[in-house]
């Protein structure tokens, strides 16, 4: 991968040009052009457009491509409803058939398209930028680096889910805020059916010391990373518990501890007036400077930034209530390409 003229490129030399806008797709980001990478052509989409919410669901053929190299600033969110599309980075992709639903993470590089096996791909997708409380996710299988996956949905859960998203798609035309906020609230309520499906795919399959460990981790969240007392909880050795515990999780305890350390620290600083020091204490580091370098690397803002950027954000209901107070407006969430208007 190589970058020339300002575009990241797939391989040493491929083939750019300009290209127009297929079928009812728009743009609200920089041109567009396509990359050739052997026979695979893929439509490369620079520049950040998150939003709150936006989506959309597609019926797409052979030509369907997509490639963001440096993501789109949101999430992404994609359920197969037919056919079947291939999603990953430019490195690796994989299948997902009808029924499976698949997350692209924020700024996490973005490919997908149509399966060619398949030759038809139905999806419907959502980017979102999601609401402070939404911790979804975290039972999902990890594909690769920013990428989660979830195996096919049963079908009560998968009709539910996908109702939830068609709903959420014809909210997000209607235009102000209300018409989004009645499209987040449809979105999390797939989110939430999908969540449930994964805690439920996950847990007949979970070795019960391991998942000893993880709720013990969860409920510690205060206490400093502990290994050998998670491993206690579980009646396992330690280097037992850390095999076990990756074979099953998909990460380490200590990677996981440290998920919900910093689930935890955004909750704190986003509904209390806690210093830095008392919401890094309360996460279990006595070093504050090593909690805010380790919250800036999974929030990608200092804890600083980070709430100064949530009292600053317009809430809807305080319009013709007089300015927001520092810490008390909070903004919601938004798309995979997120709230806004533009096509997936």
Request: overall charge positive.
């Amino acid at each position: 991968m190589s970058v020339k003229a300002g575009l990241v490129q797939l391989d040493h030399a491929p083939k750019l040009r300009p290209d127009g806008l297929q079928g009812n797709e728009t743009s609200c980001q920089k041109p567009l052009f396509f990359c050739y990478k052997g026979s695979m052509r893929l439509r490369l989409i620079e520049g950040n457009t998150a939003q709150a919410v936006y989506g959309e669901s597609f019926d797409k053929g052979l030509r369907y491509t997509n490639w963001r190299p440096r993501g789109s600033g949101d999430c992404l969110l994609l359920l197969t409803l037919a056919g079947a599309g291939r999603v990953g980075n430019s490195a690796r992709q994989h299948r997902i058939a009808a029924g499976e639903a698949v997350l692209f993470e924020v700024n996490a590089e973005q490919v997908y398209y149509t399966d060619p096996q398949e030759g038809r791909w139905k999806f419907v997708w959502a980017h979102f930028l999601p609401r402070p409380h939404w911790f979804y996710g975290r039972a999902w299988a990890r594909l690769e680096p920013g990428l989660l996956h979830l195996p096919v949905l049963r079908p009560g859960p998968l009709r539910a889910a996908r109702g939830a998203m068609e709903e959420m798609v014809r909210w997000v035309r209607q235009p102000g805020a209300l018409g989004r906020d009645f499209a987040l609230n449809a979105l999390e309520r797939a989110l939430l059916w999908m969540e449930q499906e994964a805690v439920a795919g996950s847990s007949p399959g979970l070795d019960p010391r391991v998942q000893a460990a993880a709720e013990w981790l969860v409920r510690e969240v205060a206490r400093p990373f502990d290994l050998a007392a998670a491993a206690g909880q579980a009646g396992l050795s330690v280097s037992r518990l850390a095999h076990l515990f990756r074979a099953q999780m998909g990460r380490s305890p200590r990677a996981y501890a440290e998920e919900q350390k910093m689930r935890h620290a955004a909750q704190l600083l986003r509904i209390t007036s806690s210093s830095v020091e008392e919401v890094a204490a309360a996460c279990g580091y006595a070093d504050a400077f090593y909690f805010s370098t380790r919250f800036r690397r999974w929030a990608k803002l200092s804890p600083r930034a980070f709430r100064l950027k949530l009292s600053q954000e317009p809430n809807p209901a305080q319009k013709h209530q007089g300015p927001a107070r520092p810490g008390g407006a909070v903004r919601g969430g938004g798309r995979p390409g997120a709230l806004g208007g533009r096509g997936s």
